[in-house]
Every structure is written in structure tokens, then in C-alpha cells.
């Protein structure tokens, strides 16, 4: 298994049109051949910097 954190830092005005991809593209991520979880994880104190867990089966599940 491979576990993958991905850690961004935004621009604050940027914030709202990148829930707006995720949430369009998180299903499909999830129905991914390998993708065992996919989570969005929010700064507790800084509204832009966001942080996207997810496990996979394996690595080359990523470059499917």
C-alpha cells in the first residue's frame, strides 16, 4: 500500500475554485483502479493551506 499526502499552499483567492475542482474530480479519483480513500484535510488555522490524503494500491495505480 501506499499512502500519498499532498500538501498545498494557496492563494487565498484561489481557495474557493479549488474546493470547486475537487469536488468535481474527487469521485472519480476515488472510483480509480487502486484508490483506496481519498481525503481533503483543511489548516485548522490557515484557510489556505490545504492538505489531500489518499491510499493506493500501489504506485502505479498513481500514473493510470
Not at 474530480?25 to 481533503?40: M, W, Y
Request: charged share 20%.
Amino acid at each position: 500500500m501506499l499512502i500519498r499526502i499532498v500538501r498545498l499552499t494557496l492563494q487565498p483567492d484561489a481557495v474557493h475554485s479549488f474546493y470547486s475542482v475537487f469536488a468535481a474530480t474527487a469521485p472519480k479519483i476515488r472510483q480509480a483502479q487502486g484508490c483506496r480513500k481519498l481525503e481533503l484535510w483543511m489548516d485548522a488555522k490557515f484557510s489556505n493551506i490545504i492538505t489531500t490524503y489518499s491510499e493506493w494500491d500501489s504506485e502505479s495505480n498513481l500514473t493510470t
